[in-house]
T-cell receptor, first 109, second 112 residues
Framework: GESVGLHLPTLSVQEGDNSIINCAYS??????FIWYKQESGKGPQFIID?????DKRQGQRVTVLLNKTVKHLSLQIAATQPGDSAVYFC????????FGPGTRLSVLP | DAGVIQSPRHEVTEMGQEVTLRCKPI?????LFWYRQTMMRGLELLIY????????DSGMPEDRFSAKMPNASFSTLKIQPSEPRDSAVYFC??????????FGQGTRLTVV
């Protein structure tokens, strides 16, 4: 069986629905944030980033929102597809990259 | 560019043996990172280099772990002697000028 480990929050969404993945960060001095996607057996893959002088940034089907007041990031995925199933990490960037624990996104057919 | 290249992809070794993991960063990148990923601890930063110089190794678990970057296109992470609790997936990543980091495919290490 699976060993005891980090309890990853899991978000289950219906294919075609929008997904919202949340992340809290701790360092109020952080000025650069990145979202990564990690599929099984692969390394984390860059999705989108945002600097602290912005509160919203859009990519293809993805939007990142930054609320510096409450130190909160969110990743919105529009029209979620089966290929979006993965673990999503937010990271505080700068000279080094500190990763959050991740959220598992499961897309239901 | 082929991206960050790590070798080997899989390594199985006996407790007490020396293990060397290798990484070739993306050409032109000036930062290189070594991470370890486990079920228990998630993704942990072990050490990072800037222009081949180690900047922060506070994440290296103990003296059995060492990392080098002899030139801009090569880095190694060595574990000597290895222990079963070192079993994990080790990732190398590189970035340019504090922008997004690009990850390799990882090395899955199993110490028996």
């Amino acid at each position: 069986g699976e060993s005891v480990g980090l309890h990853l929050p899991t978000l289950s969404v219906q294919e075609g629905d929008n997904s919202i993945i949340n992340c809290a960060y701790s360092n109020s001095a952080s000025d650069y944030f990145i979202w990564y996607k990690q599929e099984s057996g692969k390394g984390p893959q860059f999705i989108i980033d945002i600097r602290s002088n912005m509160d919203k940034r859009q990519g293809q089907r993805v939007t990142v929102l930054l609320n510096k007041t409450v130190k909160h990031l969110s990743l919105q995925i529009a029209a979620t597809q089966p290929g979006d199933s993965a673990v999503y990490f937010c990271a505080e960037g700068g000279q080094n990259f500190v990763f959050g624990p991740g959220t598992r996104l499961s897309v239901l057919p | 560019d082929a991206g960050v290249i790590q070798s080997p992809r899989h390594e199985v070794t006996e407790m007490g043996q020396e293990v060397t993991l290798r990484c070739k960063p993306i050409s032109g990148h000036d930062y290189l990172f070594w991470y370890r990923q486990t079920m228990m601890r998630g993704l942990e930063l072990l050490i990072y280099f800037n222009n081949n110089v180690p900047i922060d190794d506070s994440g290296m678990p103990e003296d059995r772990f060492s990392a080098k970057m002899p030139n801009a296109s090569f880095s190694t992470l060595k574990i000597q002697p290895s222990e079963p609790r070192d079993s994990a997936v080790y990732f190398c990543a590189s970035s340019f000028a504090e922008s997004e980091a690009f990850f390799g495919q990882g090395t899955r290490l199993t110490v028996v």
